[in-house]
């Protein structure tokens, strides 16, 4: 994290159209979402959804983006082209639409590279069940495995990096948690696989956000992360710390200790009740870099050391305040 780099979620600046574009009757365009962003003092990045916001040549669009002052950080997938993806992408019970849904990231994937980037998100939100007798567990497990590894075997230089979610839109998610997508991770046996952290994500698949970090840096590594915050029952997609400040400190000094150099995507839904897309991603931006400062005084603190090596929560809760809050004046 030496050049820290932001991203963020392209459909969150079609917040409040009227407020940007008064005679827009339609949902805005990517250039014209893009356009907005870019007004977005120190954001580097965005993310594209594939096959959403690649209605061009990538490399063109690519170019246009350059011309805004962003670039590219990564395609995520999206499995919303055919009904049939609703009750599974790469484990679907119709093997043609496996093929689909594995043929359709493949292409995902060389538009990335021709935008110049090599990291693909997937998120197989689709990839579960709802009821009890509804699959054959072991089979839907082979396909996922399967289909993961044949895409990551499609193009071994760009990075496919797997986001987790406990549930939405299916009431059981395959890959739900931290170690679940390690075991898949380990069975697919790609090198060029890894883990998006999304914050909002691993709150609610009940998982302290260091400690999930911690565990895939230790068998696998972290290519992602996507800053919201919430209220633990749910995706709320709300801004960097305005709920759990505390863990999101820690898992900015966790990953940092662990050599995390992509950027800081920020997933969050400002378009959800019509804010200011531009002010609240500037204000995630900010909130991030004071936290980096608290983590910076906190690694200069040894009284933190020695209290993690006793753990020691007293005093380290007593020195964490202290950094962030100020010394008392009693």
């Known amino acids: 994290m030496s050049t820290l ?14 407020a940007e574009w008064p005679e827009l009757n339609r949902k805005p365009s990517v250039l ?18 594939y096959p959403d916001h690649v209605g061009e040549k990538p490399s063109g669009l690519a170019a246009k983006l350059q011309d805004m002052g962003l670039a590219i950080n990564g395609f995520a997938m999206r499995y919303y082209t055919n009904p049939a993806f609703k009750i599974g992408a790469f484990t679907n019970p119709d093997e043609k639409v496996r093929r689909e849904a594995i043929d359709l990231t ?12 090599n990291l693909m998100t997937i998120w ?25 590894r044949e895409v990551c075997e499609h193009d071994p230089e760009c990075l496919v990096s797997i986001e987790y979610k406990p549930n939405e839109p299916r009431s059981y998610s395959l890959l739900p948690d931290c170690a679940t997508t390690l075991l898949a991770i380990k069975e697919a046996g790609c090198a060029n696989l890894g883990v998006t952290l999304d914050f909002a994500h ?15 840096a230790r068998h696998s590594r972290v290519l992602g992360v996507h800053l ?17 400040s505390i863990q999101t400190i820690e898992l900015l000094r966790q990953i940092r200790r662990d050599g995390y150099d992509g950027a800081i995507y920020f997933d969050t839904f400002p378009d959800m009740t019509g804010l200011d897309p531009v002010h609240e991603c500037e204000v995630n931006i900010k909130t991030v870099k004071r936290m980096l400062d608290v983590v910076d005084r906190l690694e200069q603190d040894n009284r933190l050391a020695g209290a993690i090596d006793r753990q020691d929560a007293v005093s380290a809760q007593a020195i964490l305040q202290e950094t962030m809050l100020g010394a008392s004046a009693h």
């Open 32 to 49: 014209q979402m893009a356009a907005r962003a870019a007004k977005v003092d120190g954001l580097t990045d965005l993310d594209l959804n």
């Open 202 to 216: 691993v709150l609610y698949a009940d998982e302290q956000p260091a400690f999930a970090a911690a565990m895939i």
């Open 5 to 18: 780099r932001f991203a963020t979620r392209l459909n969150s600046f079609a917040s409040n159209p009227q």
């Open 228 to 244: 919201n915050d919430g209220y633990a029952k749910r995706d709320d997609g709300l801004m960097v710390g305005a709920v759990h």
């Open 124 to 148: 197989l939100g689709q990839d579960g069940f709802d009821y009890a007798f509804q699959a054959d567990y072991d089979r839907l497990w082979q396909h996922e495995i399967d289909g993961i």
């Open 106 to 117: 493949k292409a995902g994937i060389d538009a990335a590279r021709d935008a110049g980037s």
